[in-house]
């Protein structure tokens, strides 16, 4: 009996103990209600960005003049402040788990993460977040550096992409067009020229007038030193020339990479505009090896640029001086010129009208009623002051 009671009370003690471990382990899974912020972090400080998966690292540094990689080249500022601001606002609900195992199938290890990110300020890390498996539409499960609990969030690997091209700056090559001044491809040269535009009607006229607003210019493109018989595809000139102001390339190289990149290092053509401050801009096109891209060396950026196939064809192949200047073809013989020989050669070169009443214009008499009665003498019989025939 005392050792049923013995056994009985072990067995309560160990039960008692069973509960207080379990109540311990899971304070992380029950721990809090509602969600609450990942990261904590001053956006204002961070200086440096790492983001890197199995493959490939990026490298985004805060600079005096904006972002820039780690090979000092621009970077869009507005994608790093998107990213900021969405590490900024993460928040997480329950933990899922904590264990060895769950990581492993989580992919949140050193080794399997999808994503790994880092944040420093002057040096120091302040955040370290991996990016595993996917948790549903648009999340994923992550766990913060340091720790080893487990959480699903609003965030994919592709607010966190680890291609270099994705950060590049491509507004850098825009230009204005206004302060493009003229442009020389070849032996081409086009200029531009500004006039007034020319009001269609008295009425548009006097409505700029009441409104007091600036005559509008109109630009007009001009090839220079055309010979006799050649035409300058304007049009043609104006679509690929706009194509080249608003030009957006798909990545950046060093440019010593162009030996490597490009299929020839004598260029397809080039490019040079003159600019209204005095400064001028040259581009060199070049086909790559593999042909499905092309590449760009711009004057004024120690870069080279790669374009889609469709881009740099149009700029390498298409927009040549050769290409932009055609010779007219010989006119053909004018059929009004040949129908005038042929009318001067004819018996009779005149206009025939059939004859036609006379036309009486009031207050006169018609000059052909007055030739016929000069013209014509009394018949026998009629009489002389009317005219009229004896009705005997």
């Known amino acids: 009996m005392n050792k049923k009671i013995i056994l009985l009370g072990g067995l309560l003690v160990l039960q008692a103990v069973l509960v207080v471990f379990t109540s311990f382990q899971s304070k992380g899974l029950l721990g809090h209600s509602g969600m609450q912020a990942l990261l904590e972090f001053n956006r204002e400080q961070v200086d440096r960005i790492v983001l890197s998966d199995s493959t490939q690292q990026v490298e985004l540094l805060r600079g005096d003049d904006g972002w820039v990689t780690a090979e000092d080249f621009p970077v869009e500022v507005d994608r790093v402040d998107r990213l900021l601001e969405r590490l900024k606002g993460l928040e997480h609900g329950l933990v899922i788990a904590q264990t060895e195992a769950a990581l492993k199938r989580f992919k949140l ?30 999340r994923s499960h992550v766990r913060v550096g340091g720790a080893r609990d487990v959480y699903a969030v609003a965030l994919g690997g592709y607010d966190l992409p680890v291609d270099l091209g994705q950060w590049q700056d491509k507004s850098l090559l825009k230009l204005n067009p206004g302060v493009v001044q003229s442009v020389q491809i070849g032996d081409l040269t086009v200029i531009k020229d500004t006039v007034e535009a020319s009001g269609s009607d008295a009425a548009s006229a006097g409505a700029a007038e009441s ?182």
């Open 109 to 138: 290890t050193e080794a399997t993460c999808e994503r790994q990110v880092q944040l420093f300020s002057d040096g120091k890390p302040v955040v370290e977040l991996m990016l595993g498996s996917g948790a549903g539409a648009r």
């Open 211 to 392: 409104t007091d607003a600036e005559p509008e210019s109109e630009v007009a493109w001009v090839a220079a030193d055309l010979a006799d018989g050649e035409q300058f595809e304007v049009e043609n000139f104006k679509r690929d020339l706009d194509r080249l102001l608003g030009l957006s390339y798909t990545r950046a190289y060093a440019r010593g990479d162009l030996t490597e990149l490009a299929k020839s290092e004598e260029a397809a053509n080039q490019i040079t505009l003159q600019l209204t401050d005095g400064r001028s801009r040259s581009y060199q096109f070049f086909e790559s090896k593999e042909g499905e891209m092309w590449l760009i060396q711009v004057s004024d950026h120690d870069a080279i640029f790669e374009v889609s196939s469709y881009l740099g064809s149009r700029f390498g192949e298409q927009m040549l001086a050769e290409k932009l200047v055609k010779e007219l073809e010989p006119e053909a013989v004018d059929v009004a010129e040949s129908d005038g020989e042929a009318l001067s050669d004819s018996e009779d070169n005149t206009i025939h009208v059939e004859p036609t009443e006379a036309v009486t214009v009031p207050g006169s008499e018609s000059v052909e009623a007055l030739d016929q009665e000069e013209s014509v003498e009394p018949s026998e019989g009629a009489s002389p002051a009317t005219g009229e025939a004896d009705a005997s």
